[in-house]
């Protein structure tokens, strides 16, 4: 890392989309068919189960859809908060002129993602005193600022420098370049550290009901602690199929704006 | 949450000094010897109370001259229950009310304490040959509690009963922390309000883990009332006043030390010489304030079991 051009190493972008999957029919279908299949399966389950007290009481529809909505909350304002901060900061970081800050500013997203996160979301309970969906958005954005600014950083990093010596051969402004060939072409890697921090998200909200603000946390750690499959079950399939469901979502999008030409 | 972090990593950095209890003039107790040749692997669960209970037994067991390994501080109660039937423990100290609801899957409990723990202990010994001895004299149940400070602008509420005047007249007076499974149980909130005649408002019950409910409280932030087990040493610490259950509706939920049929079958009537006077002195004020010395004052829970011991002279 003392190297500040090779900032690339052991990031490994997951998956990176390119404007050429776009016709495969089955890589559009495959996922919500899955889910379908997955979703419909554990209703009928659960269903067929005889339910007891507690199972009655936290597998109704009102108690299941606020638990997925406080989810989705969680997840959504924390990734949007962290995709403002880290975007810009990596493009700042990318900037010839920014060179010196890049080991300091990656040792401090590491440290972010590095402790475990309920000793952070523990950290930043004692730290702040404050209890609820605050201080756990907070949690969630230290924790998956780093995925999204490594592939921020990577995804412009690769961008061929004969282009960009091309662009101002014609021209355009060090702004102008950065928006028309540097970011659109950043664009795949970036999307696959967003949908890396959103997976990472709908996992750790699941955190989230140990400091008061929900979530589906409340229905796996009730299924574990009062030792009732259904419970847990559904809360597992709730969560890992949430992770599934946005990032299918954020693949589609990042499709959609992948370059053409690719 | 910095106390109960302290306490556990100090709890854990301890290593076991095993005392060989030869010479027989100390002036101990008459159990010394009597399980000589016997081989024990002593579990807890993970938190203060579990951990004083777990040394309790590991000293017991000492002085009675069994070699005993340390495993207490095994994990959380799935983890300790699962390390019992599996054999990997032989001993660990269990609430008949866990049993009961958790691992027995039942719903509602039994009003009478003693039969309560006579149910679990016949069906645990029949359905996993698993041995309750006879439960502490203590329980450690749900109660509600508030910070004294607060008693003003509560009213002063004595018991559950007063609570319907508040979330009646002030409903914004009456926030309510919990730990998650108090608000699903039958024998936790639901049945509770339903007891009591009333419910708290909705959005007012915040869902916290078990520690953070305590300094949550006693903080009233973000809740003036909060979910406490009786016997817990910060209830005190932090000057929390509990709500009398007039109407005596959460069950008394006592602990057992429980055994496996493998060093049962063979010790049993020597294991129940050694613990049933241990039980019958485990009282409400004596394990309050066992636990508060730990998680309050930060002594380590080996020594403060091990003070309890010798000044009752069990060891």
Known sequence: MTDAPVVASGTGPLKVERASDRGSVLSWVGMPIFLAVVFTGTYLWVQSQELGGVEQRVLTRAQLTSRTIQHLELTAVSTLIVILIAIPLGVLLTRPFARSLVPVVLAVANIGQGIPSLGLLAIIFVAFGQLGFTPVVLGLVAYSTLPILRNTMVGLQQVDPSLIKASRGMGMSSLAILLRVELPLAVPVMIAGIRTALIINVGTATLATFFGAGGLGYIVYNGITLNRTTVLITGVVLVSGLALVVDYLAGVVGRLLAPRGL | ?315
């Not at chain 2, 950095?13 to 000589?36: K, N």
């Not at chain 2, 004052?297 to 079991?305: I, S, T």
Request: net charge negative; hydrophobic share 40%; charged share 25%.
């Open chain 2, 1 to 315: 949450m910095n106390r109960r972090f302290l306490a556990m990593t100090g709890a854990a950095a301890v290593i076991t000094s095993l005392a060989a209890c030869g010479g027989g003039d100390g002036g101990g107790s008459d159990t010394e010897g009597i399980l000589e040749g016997a081989s024990i692997t002593v579990g807890s669960k993970d938190f203060d109370e579990q951990l004083i209970l777990g040394h309790i037994s590991r000293l017991a067991l000492e002085n009675a001259g069994a070699d005993v390994t340390d495993e207490i501080n095994t994990g959380g109660t799935d983890v300790a229950r699962a390390a019992l039937t599996s054999g990997n423990i032989d001993t660990y100290w269990e609430y008949n009310g866990t049993a009961w609801i958790s691992f027995f899957q039942e719903e509602d409990p039994i009003p009478d304490r003693i039969e309560q723990y006579e149910v679990v202990r016949d069906r645990d010994l029949e359905e996993n040959q698993l041995h309750w001895l006879e439960p502490a004299q203590f329980n450690n149940t749900y109660a509600l509690a508030y910070q004294a400070d607060a008693a003003e602008d509560l009213g002063s509420p004595e018991s559950l009963s007063d609570l319907a005047d508040i979330i009646a007249n002030d409903p914004d007076l009456a926030t309510l922390c919990v730990e998650s499974e108090f608000s699903a149980r039958n024998d936790g909130l639901p049945g509770m309000e339903e007891a009591y005649g009333y419910e708290f408002p909705a959005g007012n019950v915040t869902e916290l883990d078990t520690a953070i409910v305590y300094s949550a409280t006693a903080d009233r932030n973000p809740c003036n009332f909060g979910e406490v087990f009786t016997s817990d040493g910060r209830v005190s610490a932090l000057d929390l006043v509990v709500l009398e259950d007039d109407l005596g509706f959460f069950p008394l939920y006592n602990p057992s030390p429980v055994f496996t049929d493998e060093v049962y079958s063979e010790y049993g009537e020597q294991l129940d010489e050694i613990f049933n006077p241990i039980a019958e002195a485990l009282t409400q004020e004596a394990m309050t304030e066992l636990n508060e010395r730990v998680s309050v004052d930060l002594e380590q829970p080996q020594d403060v079991a091990e003070d309890w011991m010798s000044e009752n002279g069990f060891i």
